[in-house]
């Protein structure tokens, strides 16, 4: 059982990694950087952890650049700075130079609520979806991250890595494939209910009491058609994304598309939520806690 | 050297160039169709022309040597003379120019990397060449790699995009020598650069200087000239855009 973060766990992987992989680097716009001063990174690797200072499209390019040059970057921020604010960058300092990049954000859809509107992102794996050949990783658990930060380490692909405060008790063995993994069989027939990254112990906590089979998955794009397809023994899906709701929806619909079917979408609302508070406080408003999944899945159900 | 003799020579292996400048405008003109240019079509021609001919250590046959000077055309609009003088330098066929912009074609109004042999960046949207040029530096610095240049031109309107700003912090507070970026001024910034292009770099520590954009021996002496420990600015002004 890990008690550190995402965060704390990206931290330290990647200041493994950066010993052993000579064309590792970080870019990073001040967030983060006194983590990596702390652990002494920055100083045995004083040309491959970079800090632009509060620049975040500019971090973005320079990751672009070095990639270019052969280097494998990792550019890391807030959500909102690193995906919502460089966006252009990510689309043509990457995918349209034809290179490929890790982006690691925090925050998440609203990890820290009591910062307000500024520092939430709840559509950004709906933005990262919108440009070709980009892996997206949704870990629900600090294993899971690693898994994930030494695999795009060792690839030259694009991936997008979304870290969260919110995880689950445990990492889920066989995640690491992008695989939807079956959590709980329902009988033959039952609805199916896919849950995304920190969504799963809510989810099979809302459907402790249901007969429906739970999938888990951590990787969203691409998303494992093939998994639905093989899984869903019935005609009822429920979709489980801790970000903007509906994200995945036309992945689920391309893959069930000649099977008679019906798609309950959850997640966060594209309403504004004007509070602060806790994250806790704007999942129990958004219905997304354990309560209100169980709530809004057992109405669509008519259970 | 003419272009007679360059055909006599096709099979040869010594890098001599295949044109000279004289041929740029009939080149530009196999794309545009006539003999009369746009000024942002040749408000670059001689500062390309300088810098492919006398200045950039690179070879059309080792287009992706590790060891070459890279050159980032920033601003990506009118790249008629950025594909004459790869024509004319042996990177492009001079019958590619022909299908300029066209479906098939590989040279689009905004040039694609991985569609160009010799072009180092996809640019077009404004503001992105000289960020990605400090992350190009930087990844040359991280692995070792001291031999190459890198050069960098961008537009005085396209100065006007703030990311311009963030790269010219870093650079400058990074030292990164190995960078040159050239200004080609033609005073087509809609709301202007009062006290000059020059002096945004100066500021940060950039050794900075202004230059005629057609003088093609002062634009080799500033481009070639020393700026130890700092990055440097060429603002090459010509005549204002029509």
């Known amino acids: ?303 | 050297m003419t272009y007679a003799t360059q055909e006599s020579n096709a099979e040869s292996t010594t890098p001599e160039t295949p044109h000279g400048y004289e041929d740029l405008r009939r080149l530009i003109s196999l794309m545009t169709g006539d003999e009369k240019h746009s000024s942002s079509a040749t408000s670059t021609l001689d500062v390309l022309w300088v810098l492919y001919d006398r200045v950039l250590r690179i070879d059309p046959r080792r287009a992706d040597d590790d060891d070459r000077d890279r050159f980032l055309l920033s601003k990506g609009h009118g790249p008629m003379a950025y594909y004459a003088v790869l024509a004319a330098k042996g990177f492009i066929d001079e019958g590619a120019l022909r299908t300029w912009a066209r479906y098939e074609s590989t040279l689009g109004l905004h040039p694609d990397r991985n569609l160009v042999p010799g072009v180092e960046i996809s640019s077009g949207s404004l503001g992105h060449g000289l960020p990605i040029a400090v992350g190009m530096a930087l990844g040359l610095r991280a692995r070792g790699k001291d031999g190459p240049r890198l050069f960098c031109l961008l537009g005085d309107a396209e100065f006007d995009e703030g990311s311009n700003g963030e790269a010219i912090v870093a650079a400058a507070r990074f030292g990164l020598e190995a960078l040159t970026a050239v200004i080609v001024d033609n005073q087509s910034s809609s709301l202007g650069w009062p006290g000059g292009i020059e002096q945004r770099f100066a500021v940060e520590g950039w050794a900075a200087v202004t230059v005629d954009g057609r003088d093609h021996g002062a634009l080799e002496a500033v481009l070639t000239s020393p700026h130890p420990g700092v990055p440097l600015a060429v603002v090459a002004v010509v005549e204002p855009k029509e």
Not at chain 1, 22 to 43: E, K, Q, T
Not at chain 1, 126 to 144: F, I, K, N, S
């Open chain 1, 1 to 303: 059982m890990s008690t550190d973060s995402m965060r704390d766990r990206f931290v330290s992987v990647v200041t493994e990694l950066l010993d052993t992989e000579p064309r590792l680097a970080v870019v990073m716009a001040d967030i983060s950087v006194d983590r990596f001063r702390a652990n002494g990174a920055c100083a045995r690797h004083p040309l491959r952890i970079v800090n632009v200072g509060i620049r975040e499209g500019l971090m973005v390019d320079v990751a672009a650049g070095m990639a270019l040059e052969g280097m494998r970057p990792i550019a890391h921020s807030f959500a909102p700075f690193l995906v919502e604010r460089s966006f252009e960058q990510v689309k043509l300092g990457f995918s349209h130079q034809g290179v490929g990049g890790i982006l690691v954000s925090i925050g998440a859809s609203y990890d820290v609520a009591a910062y307000g509107r500024t520092h939430e992102a709840p559509g950004d794996v709906a933005l990262m979806a919108t440009l070709p050949g980009w892996r997206v990783h949704v870990p629900g658990h600090p294993d899971e991250v690693e898994t994930f930060i030494r695999e795009a380490a060792r690839t030259d692909d694009a991936v997008y890595i979304r870290l969260s405060e919110r995880k689950n008790a445990a990492a889920v063995a066989g995640a690491d494939t992008g695989a939807l993994v079956p959590r709980r069989r329902g009988a033959a027939g039952a609805p199916t209910v896919v849950a995304v990254g920190p969504m799963l112990d809510p989810v099979m906590e809302a459907t402790a009491s249901l007969d429906a089979t739970v999938l888990y998955t951590a990787t969203v794009r691409p998303f494992d058609r093939e998994g639905l397809r093989a899984l869903v023994t019935g005609t009822d899906v429920v979709l489980v994304e801790p970000y903007l709701e509906g994200t995945s929806a036309a992945e689920v619909s391309a893959a069930l598309s000649d099977r008679p079917h019906r798609l309950l979408s959850i997640g966060v609302p594209r309403t504004e939520h004007r509070k602060y508070g806790s994250a806790a406080q704007h999942d129990a408003a958004h219905g997304l806690d354990a309560a209100g999944l169980r709530g809004r899945i057992a109405e669509w159900l008519g259970a």
